[in-house]
Protein backbone atom coordinates (compact mmCIF):
# COMPACT_ATOMS: atom_id res chain seq x y z
CA UNK A 1 0.00 0.00 0.00
CA UNK A 2 0.81 3.62 -1.03
CA UNK A 3 1.03 4.52 2.59
CA UNK A 4 2.53 7.97 2.58
CA UNK A 5 0.17 9.19 -0.08
CA UNK A 6 -3.01 7.12 1.46
CA UNK A 7 -2.10 9.09 4.81
CA UNK A 8 -2.29 12.55 2.79
CA UNK A 9 -5.66 11.64 0.90
CA UNK A 10 -6.97 11.36 4.36
CA UNK A 11 -7.02 15.08 4.07
CA UNK A 12 -8.45 15.73 0.47
CA UNK A 13 -12.46 15.95 0.62
CA UNK A 14 -14.31 12.97 -0.28
CA UNK A 15 -15.43 14.47 -3.91
CA UNK A 16 -12.06 15.94 -4.83
CA UNK A 17 -9.96 13.38 -7.05
CA UNK A 18 -6.20 14.48 -8.26
CA UNK A 19 -5.21 12.89 -11.85
CA UNK A 20 -2.21 12.55 -13.52
CA UNK A 21 -2.41 12.18 -16.74
CA UNK A 22 1.49 10.90 -18.32
CA UNK A 23 2.74 10.52 -21.60
CA UNK A 24 5.28 7.57 -22.57
CA UNK A 25 8.50 7.29 -24.89
CA UNK A 26 9.57 11.01 -25.43
CA UNK A 27 12.58 10.90 -27.81
CA UNK A 28 11.33 7.78 -29.53
CA UNK A 29 10.37 9.60 -32.70
CA UNK A 30 9.40 13.22 -33.46
CA UNK A 31 5.82 12.32 -34.20
CA UNK A 32 6.15 11.50 -30.33
CA UNK A 33 7.83 14.35 -29.41
CA UNK A 34 5.71 16.53 -31.37
CA UNK A 35 2.72 14.71 -30.12
CA UNK A 36 3.67 15.50 -26.28
CA UNK A 37 4.47 18.84 -26.66
CA UNK A 38 1.21 20.08 -28.15
CA UNK A 39 -0.75 17.85 -25.12
CA UNK A 40 1.23 20.04 -22.75
CA UNK A 41 0.48 23.06 -24.28
CA UNK A 42 -2.75 22.27 -24.38
CA UNK A 43 -2.70 21.35 -20.19
CA UNK A 44 -3.52 17.80 -21.38
CA UNK A 45 -0.75 16.02 -20.14
CA UNK A 46 1.54 16.74 -16.53
CA UNK A 47 3.86 14.00 -16.71
CA UNK A 48 5.99 12.49 -19.65
CA UNK A 49 8.33 9.81 -19.70
CA UNK A 50 11.85 10.09 -21.54
CA UNK A 51 13.74 7.42 -23.56
CA UNK A 52 17.31 8.86 -23.24
CA UNK A 53 18.75 6.42 -25.92
CA UNK A 54 16.01 6.69 -28.46
CA UNK A 55 16.67 8.66 -31.71
CA UNK A 56 14.77 11.73 -31.41
CA UNK A 57 15.88 12.19 -28.08
CA UNK A 58 18.72 14.81 -28.52
CA UNK A 59 16.12 17.25 -30.81
CA UNK A 60 13.60 16.62 -28.14
CA UNK A 61 15.21 17.48 -24.96
CA UNK A 62 15.76 21.20 -25.08
CA UNK A 63 11.78 21.61 -25.56
CA UNK A 64 11.37 19.96 -22.39
CA UNK A 65 13.91 21.43 -20.68
CA UNK A 66 12.23 24.93 -21.18
CA UNK A 67 8.95 23.19 -19.71
CA UNK A 68 8.35 24.62 -16.03
CA UNK A 69 9.27 21.57 -13.53
CA UNK A 70 6.07 22.58 -11.59
CA UNK A 71 4.19 22.38 -14.72
CA UNK A 72 5.39 18.57 -15.79
CA UNK A 73 6.65 15.98 -14.40
CA UNK A 74 9.67 15.08 -16.53
CA UNK A 75 10.96 10.94 -16.00
CA UNK A 76 13.02 8.67 -16.72
CA UNK A 77 11.81 6.12 -19.06
CA UNK A 78 13.67 3.08 -18.19
CA UNK A 79 14.85 1.53 -21.39
CA UNK A 80 16.09 -1.80 -21.90
CA UNK A 81 14.76 -3.51 -24.62
CA UNK A 82 14.70 -0.79 -27.55
CA UNK A 83 17.98 1.61 -27.18
CA UNK A 84 19.71 1.06 -23.94
CA UNK A 85 23.12 3.17 -23.99
CA UNK A 86 26.01 0.43 -22.92
CA UNK A 87 24.60 -3.13 -23.28
CA UNK A 88 22.71 -4.96 -25.51
CA UNK A 89 19.09 -4.84 -25.75
CA UNK A 90 17.03 -7.76 -24.49
CA UNK A 91 13.69 -8.62 -24.55
CA UNK A 92 11.19 -8.82 -21.88
CA UNK A 93 11.59 -12.47 -20.95
CA UNK A 94 14.93 -12.47 -21.59
CA UNK A 95 15.09 -9.31 -18.35
CA UNK A 96 12.39 -11.46 -16.56
CA UNK A 97 14.71 -14.29 -16.95
CA UNK A 98 18.27 -13.20 -16.89
CA UNK A 99 18.12 -9.82 -14.78
CA UNK A 100 19.19 -11.04 -11.77
CA UNK A 101 22.34 -12.47 -12.89
CA UNK A 102 23.03 -9.02 -14.68
CA UNK A 103 22.98 -6.67 -11.82
CA UNK A 104 26.46 -4.73 -12.03
CA UNK A 105 25.65 -4.19 -16.06
CA UNK A 106 22.49 -3.00 -14.98
CA UNK A 107 23.76 -1.22 -12.48
CA UNK A 108 25.74 0.79 -14.77
CA UNK A 109 23.22 1.32 -17.44
CA UNK A 110 20.73 2.64 -15.14
CA UNK A 111 23.44 5.27 -13.57
CA UNK A 112 24.40 6.00 -17.77
CA UNK A 113 20.90 6.91 -18.61
CA UNK A 114 20.29 9.18 -15.64
CA UNK A 115 23.75 10.89 -16.68
CA UNK A 116 22.04 11.53 -20.17
CA UNK A 117 18.88 13.03 -18.58
CA UNK A 118 20.81 14.82 -16.40
CA UNK A 119 22.89 16.26 -19.18
CA UNK A 120 20.14 17.08 -21.51
CA UNK A 121 17.81 18.28 -19.01
CA UNK A 122 19.82 19.92 -15.67
CA UNK A 123 18.40 18.16 -13.26
CA UNK A 124 17.14 15.33 -11.66
CA UNK A 125 14.13 13.17 -12.87
CA UNK A 126 10.98 13.58 -11.57
CA UNK A 127 10.25 10.01 -11.42
CA UNK A 128 11.33 7.30 -12.90
CA UNK A 129 9.39 4.25 -14.44
CA UNK A 130 10.33 1.30 -16.99
CA UNK A 131 9.73 1.14 -20.98
CA UNK A 132 7.32 -1.87 -21.11
CA UNK A 133 7.17 -1.69 -17.20
CA UNK A 134 10.63 -3.46 -17.22
CA UNK A 135 11.71 -1.42 -14.11
CA UNK A 136 10.11 -3.90 -11.50
CA UNK A 137 11.71 -6.93 -12.99
CA UNK A 138 13.81 -8.38 -10.32
CA UNK A 139 17.67 -7.57 -11.04
CA UNK A 140 16.11 -4.70 -12.39
CA UNK A 141 14.23 -3.38 -9.50
CA UNK A 142 17.17 -3.90 -7.71
CA UNK A 143 20.14 -2.05 -9.81
CA UNK A 144 17.17 0.96 -10.37
CA UNK A 145 16.89 1.43 -6.42
CA UNK A 146 20.41 1.07 -5.44
CA UNK A 147 21.46 3.91 -8.16
CA UNK A 148 18.36 6.24 -6.91
CA UNK A 149 19.27 5.70 -3.13
CA UNK A 150 23.08 6.54 -4.10
CA UNK A 151 22.76 9.42 -6.23
CA UNK A 152 19.52 11.21 -4.53
CA UNK A 153 19.80 10.44 -0.58
CA UNK A 154 16.73 11.97 1.08
CA UNK A 155 15.32 13.12 -2.07
CA UNK A 156 13.75 10.53 -4.34
CA UNK A 157 12.35 10.53 -7.61
CA UNK A 158 8.78 9.26 -7.03
CA UNK A 159 8.15 5.72 -8.92
CA UNK A 160 5.93 4.09 -10.92
CA UNK A 161 3.21 1.32 -9.46
CA UNK A 162 1.47 -0.55 -11.86
CA UNK A 163 -1.24 -1.69 -9.63
CA UNK A 164 -4.11 -2.07 -11.61
CA UNK A 165 -6.35 0.90 -12.33
CA UNK A 166 -8.96 -1.24 -14.09
CA UNK A 167 -10.56 -4.75 -15.30
CA UNK A 168 -9.41 -6.70 -17.76
CA UNK A 169 -6.68 -9.60 -18.04
CA UNK A 170 -3.49 -7.13 -19.17
CA UNK A 171 -3.50 -4.87 -16.42
CA UNK A 172 -3.33 -8.00 -13.80
CA UNK A 173 -0.70 -9.61 -16.10
CA UNK A 174 1.86 -6.69 -16.12
CA UNK A 175 0.79 -5.99 -12.05
CA UNK A 176 2.22 -9.74 -11.66
CA UNK A 177 5.37 -8.80 -13.32
CA UNK A 178 6.92 -7.17 -10.36
CA UNK A 179 4.98 -4.69 -9.10
CA UNK A 180 4.32 -6.24 -4.99
CA UNK A 181 8.28 -6.36 -4.91
CA UNK A 182 8.67 -3.29 -6.11
CA UNK A 183 6.41 -1.53 -3.77
CA UNK A 184 7.81 -3.78 -0.99
CA UNK A 185 11.52 -3.05 -1.73
CA UNK A 186 10.29 0.58 -2.64
CA UNK A 187 8.23 1.10 0.60
CA UNK A 188 11.31 0.34 2.40
CA UNK A 189 13.64 2.64 1.25
CA UNK A 190 10.74 5.71 1.37
CA UNK A 191 10.32 6.34 -2.45
CA UNK A 192 6.59 7.40 -3.02
CA UNK A 193 4.52 6.18 -5.95
CA UNK A 194 1.07 6.43 -7.38
CA UNK A 195 -1.59 4.68 -6.04
CA UNK A 196 -2.97 2.69 -9.57
CA UNK A 197 -2.10 2.73 -13.00
CA UNK A 198 -4.68 3.53 -15.57
CA UNK A 199 -4.27 3.95 -19.51
CA UNK A 200 -3.94 -0.30 -20.01
CA UNK A 201 -5.52 -1.58 -23.01
CA UNK A 202 -4.29 -3.92 -25.92
CA UNK A 203 -3.98 -1.04 -28.12
CA UNK A 204 -6.35 -2.38 -30.33
CA UNK A 205 -9.95 -0.70 -31.57
CA UNK A 206 -10.35 2.51 -33.41
CA UNK A 207 -10.54 5.75 -31.60
CA UNK A 208 -13.96 5.54 -30.67
CA UNK A 209 -12.87 2.43 -28.67
CA UNK A 210 -10.01 4.37 -27.33
CA UNK A 211 -12.27 7.55 -26.87
CA UNK A 212 -14.62 4.96 -24.81
CA UNK A 213 -11.71 3.58 -22.68
CA UNK A 214 -10.70 7.06 -21.72
CA UNK A 215 -13.61 8.65 -20.98
CA UNK A 216 -14.24 5.29 -18.36
CA UNK A 217 -10.47 6.29 -17.04
CA UNK A 218 -11.48 9.22 -16.13
CA UNK A 219 -14.57 8.51 -14.09
CA UNK A 220 -13.54 5.99 -12.19
CA UNK A 221 -9.96 7.90 -11.37
CA UNK A 222 -9.30 7.66 -7.92
CA UNK A 223 -6.99 10.02 -6.03
CA UNK A 224 -3.32 9.97 -6.56
CA UNK A 225 -4.09 7.98 -9.90
CA UNK A 226 -1.64 7.67 -12.97
CA UNK A 227 -3.30 7.73 -16.67
CA UNK A 228 -0.52 7.10 -19.05
CA UNK A 229 -0.95 7.20 -23.21
CA UNK A 230 1.12 7.17 -26.12
CA UNK A 231 0.52 9.37 -28.55
CA UNK A 232 1.94 10.50 -31.73
CA UNK A 233 0.89 13.05 -34.27
CA UNK A 234 1.59 10.51 -37.19
CA UNK A 235 2.60 7.10 -37.88
CA UNK A 236 5.80 5.85 -36.32
CA UNK A 237 8.08 3.85 -38.69
CA UNK A 238 8.64 0.14 -37.35
CA UNK A 239 6.25 0.81 -34.30
CA UNK A 240 4.09 -2.11 -33.50
CA UNK A 241 1.75 0.64 -31.91
CA UNK A 242 1.60 2.78 -35.07
CA UNK A 243 -2.05 3.55 -35.48
CA UNK A 244 -3.08 3.38 -31.68
CA UNK A 245 -0.63 6.10 -31.01
CA UNK A 246 -2.30 8.13 -33.54
CA UNK A 247 -5.81 6.86 -32.36
CA UNK A 248 -4.70 8.33 -28.69
CA UNK A 249 -3.71 11.46 -30.01
CA UNK A 250 -6.62 12.03 -31.70
CA UNK A 251 -8.34 11.40 -28.49
CA UNK A 252 -6.66 13.60 -26.09
CA UNK A 253 -5.95 16.69 -28.72
CA UNK A 254 -9.97 16.44 -29.01
CA UNK A 255 -12.02 19.84 -27.48
CA UNK A 256 -14.78 17.55 -27.18
CA UNK A 257 -12.53 15.35 -24.25
CA UNK A 258 -12.78 18.38 -21.99
CA UNK A 259 -15.98 18.02 -20.38
CA UNK A 260 -15.14 14.34 -19.56
CA UNK A 261 -11.54 16.09 -17.96
CA UNK A 262 -13.42 18.57 -15.71
CA UNK A 263 -16.50 16.13 -14.77
CA UNK A 264 -16.36 14.79 -11.16
CA UNK A 265 -14.09 17.56 -9.56
CA UNK A 266 -11.14 15.92 -11.18
CA UNK A 267 -8.18 18.04 -10.97
CA UNK A 268 -5.40 17.44 -12.82
CA UNK A 269 -1.80 17.83 -11.27
CA UNK A 270 1.92 16.14 -11.72
CA UNK A 271 2.26 13.22 -9.78
CA UNK A 272 5.38 15.02 -7.36
CA UNK A 273 2.97 17.97 -6.38
CA UNK A 274 0.50 15.27 -4.69
CA UNK A 275 3.23 13.65 -3.15
CA UNK A 276 4.59 16.58 -1.20
CA UNK A 277 3.98 16.70 2.22
Known sequence: MNQALDARTLAVPARHRRL?????????????????????????????????????????????????????????????????????????????LQGLRDTKALLREVHAQIDAFEQALGRMPAYVDGHQHVHQFPGVRDALLTALTDRYPGHHPWLRSTRPGGGGLKPHVIDALGRRGLEHHAQALDFLRNRRL???????????????????????????DLLMCHPAI???????????????????????????????DLQLLPMSQMLKG
Open 20 to 96: CICADDFGLHTAVNDAVLYLVGMGRLQATSAMVGAPAWASGAAALASIDADHLDVGLHLDLTEFPLTIPARSLAGWL
Open 198 to 224: LGVYGFDGDAHRYRHHVDAWLASAQDG
Open 234 to 264: ARVPGDAIAAARCQEFWVWSDPALAPSLMAG
